[in-house]
């Protein structure tokens, strides 16, 4: 791997923060940044790339009625939760 030398201009507090975090996960404001800029970057395709939580994974798929009108579910439900008839 070849590095190169980045310079940012970031609020003092937010620096004093990274430093903060950095110091108490045993690792720099380098190695921070950059998983950072391999998180965000895109595909080839110029598209996001997100990363699926195992959790959401796990739910997908789970509600397969199609019958049901989910937003007037939610609307009734919510209606009731707050005493809105």
Not at 37 to 64: D, M, Q, Y
């Amino acid at each position: 791997m070849s590095a190169a030398k980045l310079t940012l201009k970031l609020e003092k507090s937010a620096i004093r923060k990274a430093k903060t975090y950095a110091k108490a996960n045993r690792t720099s404001l380098s190695r921070i940044v950059e998983a950072y800029f391999n998180e965000i970057s895109t595909t080839s395709n110029g598209s996001a790339n997100p990363k699926i939580s195992p959790l959401v994974r796990s739910l997908s798929g789970v509600i397969k009625n199609k019958d049901i009108d989910y937003k007037k579910e939610l609307t009734k439900i919510l209606s009731e939760k707050h005493g809105v008839h």
